[in-house]
Protein backbone atom coordinates (compact mmCIF):
# COMPACT_ATOMS: atom_id res chain seq x y z
CA UNK A 1 0.00 0.00 0.00
CA UNK A 2 1.22 3.52 -0.68
CA UNK A 3 0.68 6.53 1.81
CA UNK A 4 0.71 10.13 1.11
CA UNK A 5 0.37 13.23 3.14
CA UNK A 6 0.89 17.02 2.89
CA UNK A 7 1.50 19.09 5.65
CA UNK A 8 2.19 23.20 5.49
CA UNK A 9 5.50 24.59 7.34
CA UNK A 10 3.68 28.07 8.15
CA UNK A 11 2.51 28.20 10.97
CA UNK A 12 2.81 26.82 14.45
CA UNK A 13 1.62 23.13 14.71
CA UNK A 14 -1.28 22.64 17.56
CA UNK A 15 -2.50 19.57 18.94
CA UNK A 16 -5.34 19.84 15.85
CA UNK A 17 -2.20 18.82 13.70
CA UNK A 18 -1.39 16.04 15.90
CA UNK A 19 -4.81 14.34 15.90
CA UNK A 20 -5.76 14.59 12.31
CA UNK A 21 -1.40 14.71 11.20
CA UNK A 22 1.50 13.65 12.88
CA UNK A 23 0.18 10.79 14.41
CA UNK A 24 -1.91 9.42 11.98
CA UNK A 25 1.76 9.63 9.91
CA UNK A 26 3.42 7.33 12.07
CA UNK A 27 0.77 5.11 12.60
CA UNK A 28 0.42 4.54 8.83
CA UNK A 29 3.93 4.36 8.20
CA UNK A 30 3.75 1.19 9.03
CA UNK A 31 1.46 -0.26 6.98
CA UNK A 32 2.79 0.45 3.35
CA UNK A 33 5.29 2.39 1.39
CA UNK A 34 4.71 5.88 3.02
CA UNK A 35 5.45 9.66 1.77
CA UNK A 36 5.18 12.75 3.63
CA UNK A 37 5.75 15.80 1.94
CA UNK A 38 6.34 19.45 3.69
CA UNK A 39 4.07 21.38 1.06
CA UNK A 40 6.16 24.79 1.05
CA UNK A 41 4.46 25.44 -2.47
CA UNK A 42 1.12 25.53 -0.70
CA UNK A 43 2.42 28.18 1.58
CA UNK A 44 3.28 30.83 -0.73
CA UNK A 45 -0.67 30.79 -1.69
CA UNK A 46 -0.68 33.53 1.29
CA UNK A 47 1.77 36.04 2.37
CA UNK A 48 4.78 34.32 3.69
CA UNK A 49 8.65 35.82 4.21
CA UNK A 50 10.43 33.68 2.33
CA UNK A 51 13.55 33.77 5.20
CA UNK A 52 11.03 31.95 7.59
CA UNK A 53 9.63 30.00 5.14
CA UNK A 54 13.37 28.04 5.15
CA UNK A 55 13.78 27.94 8.74
CA UNK A 56 9.71 26.37 9.08
CA UNK A 57 10.77 23.92 7.01
CA UNK A 58 13.53 23.08 8.73
CA UNK A 59 11.24 23.35 11.66
CA UNK A 60 8.68 20.88 10.71
CA UNK A 61 10.91 18.34 9.49
CA UNK A 62 12.19 18.15 12.71
CA UNK A 63 8.54 18.08 14.47
CA UNK A 64 7.82 15.24 11.92
CA UNK A 65 10.67 13.35 13.05
CA UNK A 66 10.16 13.93 16.63
CA UNK A 67 6.49 12.59 16.24
CA UNK A 68 7.74 8.94 15.14
CA UNK A 69 8.60 9.49 11.55
CA UNK A 70 11.73 6.97 11.04
CA UNK A 71 13.71 8.58 7.98
CA UNK A 72 14.59 4.57 7.50
CA UNK A 73 11.26 3.73 6.61
CA UNK A 74 9.46 7.10 5.17
CA UNK A 75 10.23 9.18 2.46
CA UNK A 76 10.23 12.55 4.32
CA UNK A 77 10.64 15.52 2.06
CA UNK A 78 10.14 19.12 0.96
CA UNK A 79 7.50 19.92 -2.01
CA UNK A 80 9.62 22.40 -4.07
CA UNK A 81 12.55 20.03 -4.48
CA UNK A 82 10.96 18.45 -6.48
CA UNK A 83 9.70 19.72 -9.28
CA UNK A 84 7.22 17.32 -10.94
CA UNK A 85 4.61 18.79 -8.05
CA UNK A 86 4.43 21.87 -10.48
CA UNK A 87 4.37 20.43 -13.40
CA UNK A 88 1.84 18.23 -12.12
CA UNK A 89 -0.74 20.88 -10.73
CA UNK A 90 -0.56 22.93 -14.29
CA UNK A 91 -1.26 19.50 -16.34
CA UNK A 92 -4.22 18.60 -13.85
CA UNK A 93 -5.71 22.08 -14.17
CA UNK A 94 -7.27 21.50 -17.21
CA UNK A 95 -9.20 18.75 -15.92
CA UNK A 96 -10.13 20.32 -12.63
CA UNK A 97 -13.24 21.92 -12.04
CA UNK A 98 -13.52 26.07 -11.87
CA UNK A 99 -16.90 25.49 -10.29
CA UNK A 100 -15.93 22.87 -8.07
CA UNK A 101 -12.63 24.93 -7.19
CA UNK A 102 -14.86 27.96 -5.85
CA UNK A 103 -16.95 26.07 -3.71
CA UNK A 104 -14.05 24.84 -1.44
CA UNK A 105 -14.34 26.25 1.79
CA UNK A 106 -10.64 26.57 2.78
CA UNK A 107 -10.76 28.81 -0.17
CA UNK A 108 -13.71 30.84 0.95
CA UNK A 109 -12.82 31.03 4.75
CA UNK A 110 -9.47 31.70 3.93
CA UNK A 111 -9.76 34.38 0.95
CA UNK A 112 -13.36 36.03 2.61
CA UNK A 113 -11.97 39.59 3.72
CA UNK A 114 -8.71 39.42 2.60
CA UNK A 115 -7.79 42.84 0.21
CA UNK A 116 -5.33 40.29 -1.87
CA UNK A 117 -6.19 37.12 -3.27
CA UNK A 118 -4.26 35.09 -4.89
CA UNK A 119 -4.96 32.89 -7.81
CA UNK A 120 -3.01 30.04 -6.43
CA UNK A 121 -4.94 30.21 -3.25
CA UNK A 122 -7.78 29.04 -5.57
CA UNK A 123 -5.69 26.40 -7.65
CA UNK A 124 -4.27 25.38 -4.33
CA UNK A 125 -6.52 21.59 -4.34
CA UNK A 126 -5.13 21.26 -7.85
CA UNK A 127 -1.42 21.00 -6.62
CA UNK A 128 -2.60 18.87 -3.89
CA UNK A 129 -4.25 16.65 -6.33
CA UNK A 130 -1.03 16.61 -7.85
CA UNK A 131 0.97 15.53 -5.02
CA UNK A 132 -1.34 12.81 -4.13
CA UNK A 133 -1.63 11.66 -7.34
CA UNK A 134 1.85 11.80 -8.36
CA UNK A 135 2.98 8.82 -5.91
CA UNK A 136 -0.39 7.06 -6.80
CA UNK A 137 -0.87 7.02 -3.15
CA UNK A 138 -3.61 4.28 -1.89
CA UNK A 139 -4.47 6.14 1.28
CA UNK A 140 -3.83 9.44 2.69
CA UNK A 141 -3.69 10.30 6.11
CA UNK A 142 -5.55 13.64 7.19
CA UNK A 143 -7.92 15.26 9.07
CA UNK A 144 -11.83 16.40 8.93
CA UNK A 145 -10.88 19.89 6.93
CA UNK A 146 -8.90 18.47 4.36
CA UNK A 147 -11.60 15.53 3.20
CA UNK A 148 -13.13 18.26 0.32
CA UNK A 149 -9.95 18.30 -1.09
CA UNK A 150 -9.56 14.95 -1.11
CA UNK A 151 -12.49 14.15 -2.65
CA UNK A 152 -11.84 16.74 -5.84
CA UNK A 153 -8.57 14.92 -6.18
CA UNK A 154 -10.52 11.54 -6.68
CA UNK A 155 -12.40 13.80 -8.91
CA UNK A 156 -9.34 14.69 -10.96
CA UNK A 157 -8.11 11.21 -11.42
CA UNK A 158 -11.21 9.74 -12.41
CA UNK A 159 -12.31 12.21 -14.97
CA UNK A 160 -8.39 12.29 -16.50
CA UNK A 161 -8.73 8.35 -16.37
CA UNK A 162 -12.17 8.61 -18.45
CA UNK A 163 -10.72 10.82 -20.97
CA UNK A 164 -7.12 9.34 -21.50
CA UNK A 165 -7.37 6.01 -20.26
CA UNK A 166 -6.52 4.27 -16.80
CA UNK A 167 -3.55 6.28 -15.34
CA UNK A 168 -4.17 7.39 -11.83
CA UNK A 169 -5.28 5.11 -8.74
CA UNK A 170 -8.10 7.12 -6.92
CA UNK A 171 -6.76 7.66 -3.47
CA UNK A 172 -8.68 6.87 -0.17
CA UNK A 173 -9.25 9.45 3.04
CA UNK A 174 -8.02 8.23 6.16
CA UNK A 175 -9.27 9.88 9.01
CA UNK A 176 -8.99 9.17 13.07
CA UNK A 177 -12.21 8.16 14.82
CA UNK A 178 -11.88 10.22 17.44
CA UNK A 179 -10.40 13.87 16.96
CA UNK A 180 -10.89 14.26 12.95
CA UNK A 181 -11.66 18.16 13.99
CA UNK A 182 -10.30 18.88 17.37
CA UNK A 183 -11.95 22.61 18.25
CA UNK A 184 -10.70 25.47 19.59
CA UNK A 185 -11.14 25.43 23.89
CA UNK A 186 -12.08 29.13 23.48
CA UNK A 187 -14.62 29.02 20.98
CA UNK A 188 -15.10 25.18 20.34
CA UNK A 189 -17.49 26.22 17.37
CA UNK A 190 -14.46 26.69 15.13
CA UNK A 191 -11.42 24.15 14.67
CA UNK A 192 -8.33 24.43 16.16
CA UNK A 193 -6.17 26.27 14.15
CA UNK A 194 -3.55 29.10 14.22
CA UNK A 195 -5.02 31.24 11.63
CA UNK A 196 -8.77 30.75 12.34
CA UNK A 197 -9.24 29.96 16.18
CA UNK A 198 -7.88 32.14 19.32
CA UNK A 199 -4.23 32.06 20.62
CA UNK A 200 -5.81 31.54 24.14
CA UNK A 201 -7.73 28.19 22.60
CA UNK A 202 -4.85 26.63 20.88
CA UNK A 203 -2.62 24.16 22.32
CA UNK A 204 1.03 24.21 20.21
CA UNK A 205 2.85 21.00 20.25
CA UNK A 206 5.76 23.39 21.67
CA UNK A 207 4.05 25.29 24.50
CA UNK A 208 5.70 24.93 27.60
CA UNK A 209 4.34 22.39 30.11
CA UNK A 210 2.60 25.29 32.09
CA UNK A 211 1.21 27.13 28.93
CA UNK A 212 -0.64 24.13 28.12
CA UNK A 213 -2.01 23.86 31.84
CA UNK A 214 -3.32 27.54 31.56
CA UNK A 215 -4.60 27.24 28.09
CA UNK A 216 -6.61 23.94 29.14
CA UNK A 217 -7.64 24.88 32.57
CA UNK A 218 -9.81 28.39 31.29
CA UNK A 219 -11.19 26.44 28.23
CA UNK A 220 -14.67 27.22 28.10
CA UNK A 221 -16.87 24.39 29.43
CA UNK A 222 -20.64 24.13 29.01
CA UNK A 223 -23.32 24.84 31.07
CA UNK A 224 -24.07 21.92 33.88
CA UNK A 225 -21.19 20.00 35.12
CA UNK A 226 -20.98 16.59 33.68
CA UNK A 227 -18.47 15.47 31.76
CA UNK A 228 -20.19 14.09 28.59
CA UNK A 229 -19.68 14.09 24.93
CA UNK A 230 -22.49 16.10 22.82
CA UNK A 231 -23.89 18.48 20.63
CA UNK A 232 -24.73 20.67 23.55
CA UNK A 233 -21.37 20.37 25.48
CA UNK A 234 -18.86 21.51 22.39
CA UNK A 235 -16.22 22.30 25.44
CA UNK A 236 -16.63 19.25 26.99
CA UNK A 237 -16.50 17.03 24.17
CA UNK A 238 -13.24 18.79 22.76
CA UNK A 239 -12.05 18.10 26.43
CA UNK A 240 -12.83 14.64 25.82
CA UNK A 241 -11.56 13.94 22.63
CA UNK A 242 -7.94 15.78 23.59
CA UNK A 243 -7.75 13.44 26.48
CA UNK A 244 -8.47 10.31 24.05
CA UNK A 245 -5.83 11.91 21.41
CA UNK A 246 -3.38 11.40 24.20
CA UNK A 247 -4.05 8.61 26.13
CA UNK A 248 -5.72 6.43 23.72
CA UNK A 249 -8.46 5.47 26.19
CA UNK A 250 -12.03 5.47 24.25
CA UNK A 251 -13.80 8.43 24.86
CA UNK A 252 -16.49 6.35 26.52
CA UNK A 253 -13.95 5.37 29.26
CA UNK A 254 -13.04 8.93 29.90
CA UNK A 255 -16.79 10.37 30.39
CA UNK A 256 -17.27 7.56 32.62
CA UNK A 257 -14.51 7.67 35.00
CA UNK A 258 -15.00 11.73 35.21
CA UNK A 259 -19.16 11.92 34.75
CA UNK A 260 -19.43 12.91 38.28
CA UNK A 261 -16.60 14.47 39.10
CA UNK A 262 -17.20 17.74 38.03
CA UNK A 263 -15.31 20.22 35.68
CA UNK A 264 -12.02 20.82 37.56
CA UNK A 265 -10.86 17.38 38.04
CA UNK A 266 -11.11 16.20 34.71
CA UNK A 267 -9.10 19.58 33.47
CA UNK A 268 -6.38 18.75 35.56
CA UNK A 269 -6.13 15.15 34.21
CA UNK A 270 -6.69 15.94 30.56
CA UNK A 271 -3.67 18.85 31.32
CA UNK A 272 -1.26 16.16 32.72
CA UNK A 273 -2.04 13.87 30.11
CA UNK A 274 -1.37 16.65 27.35
CA UNK A 275 2.02 17.33 28.90
CA UNK A 276 2.38 13.71 29.49
CA UNK A 277 2.14 13.04 25.20
CA UNK A 278 4.29 16.17 24.32
CA UNK A 279 7.15 16.53 27.00
CA UNK A 280 8.94 13.94 25.55
CA UNK A 281 7.76 15.32 21.95
CA UNK A 282 9.60 18.41 22.51
CA UNK A 283 12.51 16.91 24.03
CA UNK A 284 12.96 15.05 20.81
CA UNK A 285 12.32 17.48 18.43
CA UNK A 286 14.63 20.28 20.42
CA UNK A 287 17.24 17.52 20.17
CA UNK A 288 16.60 16.87 15.79
CA UNK A 289 16.26 20.73 15.33
CA UNK A 290 19.92 21.41 17.06
CA UNK A 291 21.34 19.69 14.00
CA UNK A 292 19.92 21.67 10.52
CA UNK A 293 22.76 19.96 8.25
CA UNK A 294 21.86 16.74 9.36
CA UNK A 295 18.19 17.25 8.76
CA UNK A 296 18.75 18.88 5.29
CA UNK A 297 20.86 15.90 4.60
CA UNK A 298 17.50 13.25 5.28
CA UNK A 299 15.79 15.95 3.01
CA UNK A 300 17.68 15.79 0.02
CA UNK A 301 17.91 11.86 0.52
CA UNK A 302 14.06 11.97 0.59
CA UNK A 303 13.42 14.28 -2.27
CA UNK A 304 16.32 11.85 -4.39
CA UNK A 305 13.95 8.60 -3.53
CA UNK A 306 10.69 10.71 -4.54
CA UNK A 307 11.92 11.76 -7.89
P1 LIG B 1 -1.95 21.98 7.88
O1 LIG B 1 -1.15 22.44 9.04
O2 LIG B 1 -3.10 22.87 7.53
O3 LIG B 1 -1.10 21.63 6.69
O4 LIG B 1 -2.65 20.62 8.34
C1 LIG B 1 -1.93 19.42 8.54
C2 LIG B 1 -2.87 18.30 8.92
O5 LIG B 1 -3.51 18.59 10.16
C3 LIG B 1 -3.99 18.08 7.90
O6 LIG B 1 -4.15 16.70 7.68
C4 LIG B 1 -5.20 18.65 8.56
O7 LIG B 1 -6.40 18.03 8.16
C5 LIG B 1 -4.91 18.39 10.03
N1 LIG B 1 -5.61 19.34 10.92
C6 LIG B 1 -5.49 20.69 10.91
N2 LIG B 1 -6.28 21.24 11.87
C7 LIG B 1 -6.91 20.20 12.50
C8 LIG B 1 -7.85 20.12 13.58
N3 LIG B 1 -8.29 21.21 14.22
N4 LIG B 1 -8.27 18.88 13.97
C9 LIG B 1 -7.82 17.76 13.33
N5 LIG B 1 -6.94 17.78 12.31
C10 LIG B 1 -6.48 18.98 11.88
N1 LIG C 1 -3.85 21.00 2.05
C1 LIG C 1 -3.33 20.25 3.16
C2 LIG C 1 -3.54 21.04 4.46
O1 LIG C 1 -3.63 22.23 4.46
C3 LIG C 1 -1.85 19.97 3.00
C4 LIG C 1 -1.57 19.10 1.82
C5 LIG C 1 -0.97 19.48 0.66
C6 LIG C 1 -1.85 17.70 1.70
N2 LIG C 1 -0.84 18.43 -0.17
C7 LIG C 1 -1.36 17.31 0.43
C8 LIG C 1 -2.44 16.75 2.55
C9 LIG C 1 -1.49 16.00 -0.02
C10 LIG C 1 -2.56 15.44 2.09
C11 LIG C 1 -2.08 15.06 0.82
O2 LIG C 1 -3.56 20.46 5.50
Same mark, same amino acid.
Given at each position: ??????????? =??? $?????????????????? &????????????????????? !?????????????? #??????????????????? *??????????????? #????????? @??? !? *???????????????????????????????????????????? !????? $???????????????????? /??? &?????????????? @????????????????????????? *??????????????????????? *???????????? @? @????????????????????????????? /? =????????????????
Amino acid at each position: MRVFSGIQPTG =AKH $FGNYSGGFRQYAATQERG &EAFFCVVDLHSITVDYDPAAL !REQTLDLAAMLFAT #GLDPGRSTVFVQSHVTAHA *EAAWLLSAVASYGQL #GRMTQFKDK @GDG !R *EFVSAGLFTYPVLMAGDILLYQADAVPIGDDQRQHLELARDIAE !RFNAR $FGETFREPTGIYPNVGARIM /DLQ &EPTRKMSTTGGTPQ @GTLLLLDPPDVLRKKIRSAVTDSGS *EVRRGDDKPGVTTLIDIMSVATG *ETPGAIEERYAS @G @GYGPFKADVAEAVVELLAPVQARYAEVRS /D =AGELERLLAVGARKAR
